[in-house]
T-cell receptor, first 114, second 108 residues
Framework: EAGVAQSPRYKIIEKRQSVAFWCNPI?????LYWYQQILGQGPKLLIQ????????DSQLPKDRFSAERLKGVDSTLKIQPAKLEDSAVYLC????????????FGPGTRLTVT | RKEVEQDPGPFNVPEGATVAFNCTYS??????FFWYRQDCRKEPKLLMS???SGNEDGRFTAQLNRASQYISLLIRDSKLSDSATYLC?????????FGQGTELSVKP
């Protein structure tokens, strides 16, 4: 079974630039999550989708971050404009259903903002 | 107060040692609890769930004390391959809240 795919794996941008990350969840998984993991910290949920609807985006900085999951499969997370403090690993995860405790994570995108 | 708090670490132990990690959580209404493992520069993966009755998986034992809002993970007979960061995770209304992780380094 294919795992969660993410791209790119690494990205370096300057502050105030824009960046987008892509995620393809495990086939059949209805719930998709985007997390931000800053070095030395645990993952922090940014947004959760159930199919193509947003379930929780309470910790998404909506002035600069946006996410969508068109057709309930792939998802993109965008940052515009980026700040230095956005440097982190952005992890995408999926689960069979909302509230399922086992989430399967992708390899992440390591973002460096200079 | 952080929602999920763990020992800061790192823990440096010799092979064969027994090591215990502790975790506390702030929301008494939390529904379920887990330990995830994260290898260096890799994604987190579920290690085991934590039940009130305690549960064991080989060399790993997890315990939950709801009254004290405390979770633990015990690793016996540590192996080099156990070196990783261990994340304490709490399920709050379908949302996973991760602790900051405790790094374990097992030395030969």
């Amino acid at each position: 079974e294919a795992g969660v795919a993410q791209s790119p794996r690494y990205k370096i941008i300057e502050k105030r630039q824009s960046v987008a990350f892509w995620c393809n969840p495990i086939s059949g998984h209805a719930t998709l999550y985007w997390y931000q993991q800053i070095l030395g910290q645990g993952p922090k949920l940014l947004i959760q989708f159930q199919n193509n609807g947003v379930v929780d985006d309470s910790q998404l900085p909506k002035d600069r971050f946006s996410a969508e999951r068109l057709k309930g499969v792939d998802s993109t997370l965008k940052i515009q404009p980026a700040k230095l403090e956005d440097s982190a690993v952005y992890l995408c995860a999926s689960s069979l259903w909302q509230g399922a405790y086992e989430q399967y994570f992708g390899p992440g995108t390591r973002l460096t903002v200079t | 107060r952080k929602e999920v708090e763990q020992d800061p670490g790192p823990f440096n132990v010799p092979e064969g040692a027994t090591v215990a990690f502790n975790c506390t959580y702030s929301n008494s209404a939390s529904q379920s609890f887990f330990w995830y493992r994260q290898d260096c520069r890799k994604e987190p993966k579920l290690l085991m769930s934590v039940y009130s009755s305690g549960n064991e998986d080989g060399r790993f034992t997890a315990q939950l004390n709801r009254a004290s809002q405390y979770i633990s993970l015990l690793i016996r007979d540590s192996k080099l391959s156990d070196s990783a960061t261990y994340l304490c995770v709490v399920n709050e209304g379908g949302k996973l809240i991760f602790g900051q992780g405790t790094e374990l380094s097992v030395k030969p």
